[in-house]
């Protein structure tokens, strides 16, 4: 069985190593341009493979402009959209990365050539991040990869055909995805270190952009061998009782069940409440809790379709539609009264406000995906073939606003931090993530739509169910336009930061993990499977729980309590770790990744808004 490994070099994080350049008002060194070496490849007109570096232009600036990309050539504007998107992932990521105040950073690009997709993210990452701190890059490295909300770097096609390119440019070394280190596509050409080698390159993986930038820049920005903190008192007697509260309603949904249900789930329902309990009578409370959400969320889905089933056989298709649409609605009229609720912090401290907008993530990912369902069940998105699962998916959301929202919240009020203070008020300070994190959402999704679908409205997946992601981010794509500029009340701020952070982890993750992990389907409703690369999903889960730990750790020198996102990570992992071997390994994964994705983009939102 898999175990949590935490890799040596994660703990040089460059998120927590930028306070060194966090002081001045623009937050680094402005008018300094760096050429960064983007690896592309495709198939031209003619199906020949192709390939190339692209020397993209990074100028960091003191506006405030947040980020900028001039495609002044046409062939770059002929590739747009995948410009727009590694560019809006990088500027993003680094921004996160950097600890600088997001609304000082001043990032323009200027490109003229191709692009084959995100593949450029993980480069164009590290050389923003090197005009930000004002370190120099490596001038005989490039590298491929795409880039996640939490810094990971994911694989990426064409590799053999990317090395070329680099070794007839004049590069030696070459940074891939660890993932693709055994690439395919050429037969000939499987070990890509191997195959580096005779084109006189000296060929590395990397798990992270961490790794990378050490790599580009020599920079170790925190000494390896940091062990994250324990929950503190206070943290951990709140998770042992949302711990025992969970499982405690997962026993009464279990034993109230009907024997009728249809499929495995009840079973699968039945025997990891048994795991739960065992964890949670051994003390290990991250296991009982993820596991338990699992069950709990299992045992919902198939109610859900349950009730549909029934719904269908005594008043038709149509009368499913109508039910469905009703359920929709009152569920998005609570999700609106958790997030008005949700986002009042009085007495809140200031490390609680900056920590809540990701906390409320239960509810804007499920409001998302139910805004979705409403539109694709008023456009026709949704078919009759997918009603069942509809019903899965809606049953799955209301568990997360009922159920999983509460107990979150609870965990980010229960850390002391009364005596934090941050470099400018809460309000201020989430306010310039907004609008950074809504443009990056923005233009991933752009990317997903006119690149990934190639401009076809694709609302359902290969098995021809609905894809719940896709319809979530289209009504988010909406919602997101109509956030106002400028800065609000902290309450506002908090829910449109949460609208935010939601954007930019389903736009990110939807673009990495189709072309990274292979995630099939939506993983809403239904189990998640991965068609491309197990491994490679879980070793960016893994570089991700990591990252968290290496924060935890630097927040203590701080004197900062992050129970709140620690817990999130730990229980994620136990989760995933509880299904390894058990045929729903992506499953597990995926409920980790979705924990670990906000949780990095909190962490690091919080080390930028208490840097001196």
């Known amino acids: 069985m898999r175990r949590h490994r935490v890799l040596g070099t994660i703990a040089i994080a460059l998120l927590l190593g930028s306070s060194t350049v966090a002081c001045s008002g623009s937050g680094g060194p402005t008018g300094r341009t760096i050429t960064v070496p983007v690896l592309w490849a495709g198939a031209s007109a003619d ?36 410009w727009n998107a590694a560019t809006a992932s990088a500027a993003a ?39 930000l701190r004002g370190d120099t890059l490596r001038r005989d490295m490039t590298m491929t990869g795409t880039i996640s909300p939490d810094g990971s770097v994911g694989r990426v096609g064409e590799i053999p055909a990317k090395l070329r390119a680099a070794s007839k440019a004049g590069y030696t070394k070459v940074l ?41 820049t020599g920079v170790q920005l925190i000494p390896p061998g940091t062990s994250a903190p324990g929950l503190s008192p206070p943290v951990n007697a709140a998770a042992d009782a949302t711990t025992r509260g969970l499982i405690d309603r997962l026993r009464a949904r279990v034993a109230a069940a009907p024997s009728t ?23 290990d409370l991250a296991r009982a809790y993820g596991v338990a959400v699992d069950a709990y969320t299992v045992l919902a889905r198939a109610e859900g379709a349950n009730k549909v089933n029934d719904v269908i056989a005594a008043s038709g298709v149509e009368g499913a539609r109508r039910s469905l649409r009703a359920d929709v609605a009152t569920l998005r009229a609570r999700a609106a009264e958790v997030l008005q609720t949700g986002s009042q912090v009085t007495g809140a401290d200031a490390v609680a406000q900056i920590l809540t907008p990701s906390a409320l993530g239960w509810t804007t990912y499920s409001d998302a995906v ?110 997101a336009e ?75 020198g701080r004197s900062i309590d992050t129970g709140s996102p620690m817990w999130s990570s730990r229980w994620g992992m136990g989760a995933a770790l509880a299904l390894n071997g058990t045929g729903r390994d992506a499953t597990g994964e995926v409920i980790a990744q979705n924990e670990l994705w906000y949780d990095v983009v909190a962490m690091s939102s919080l080390w930028a808004a208490t840097t001196p």
């Open 370 to 479: 139910l805004a979705g369902i409403e539109d694709g069940l008023a456009d026709g998105s949704i078919t009759a073939a997918g009603l069942t699962v509809t019903g899965a998916a809606i049953a799955e959301q209301e568990a997360s606003i009922d159920v999983f929202q509460a107990d979150a919240l609870t965990m980010v009020r229960s850390a002391p931090n009364a005596k934090v203070t941050t470099r400018r008020p809460p309000a201020e300070f989430l306010s310039g993530y907004t609008d950074f994190l809504v443009r990056a959402g923005k233009a991933n999704a752009d990317y997903y739509t006119t690149v990934v679908s190639r401009g076809r409205s694709v609302t359902t997946d290969g098995n021809g169910q609905p894809a719940f992601t896709v319809l979530a981010l289209r009504a988010l794509s909406a919602e």
């Open 482 to 556: 109509s956030i106002p500029s400028g800065i609000q009340t902290i309450d506002d701020e908090i829910r449109q930061s949460a609208l935010a952070f939601t954007f930019f982890v389903i736009g990110t993750g939807l673009v990495a993990n189709t072309s990274a992990t292979g995630i099939s389907g939506s993983a809403i409703g239904t189990d998640a499977v991965s068609t491309i690369d197990i491994p490679g999903l879980v070793r960016s889960v893994e570089e991700a729980a990591a990252l968290i730990d290496v924060y935890a750790a630097a927040f203590v």
């Open 176 to 216: 891939l995805p660890v993932t693709n280190l055994r690439a395919s596509g050429e037969p000939s050409t499987d070990d890509m270190v191997a195959y580096g080698n005779s084109l006189g390159l000296e060929v590395r993986g990397v798990d992270s952009v961490a790794q990378a930038y050490e790599a580009f």
């Open 261 to 283: 249900l249809a499929g495995p789930e009840r079973s699968i329902a039945r025997r990891e409440l048994a795991s739960a309990e065992t964890a949670l009578a051994a003390g």
């Open 47 to 82: 199906g020949e493979v192709q390939s190339g570096i692209e020397p993209a232009k990074v100028t960091i600036g003191d506006g405030g402009a947040q980020f900028t990309l001039n495609l002044d050539d046409l062939q770059a504007k002929r590739t747009g959209a995948q």
């Open 93 to 131: 990521v680094a921004t996160l990365a950097s600890a600088l105040d997001p609304a000082t950073v001043d990032v323009s690009y200027r490109v003229t050539g191709q692009i084959d997709g995100p593949s450029g993210g993980a480069m164009l990452t590290v050389g923003t991040l090197a005009g």
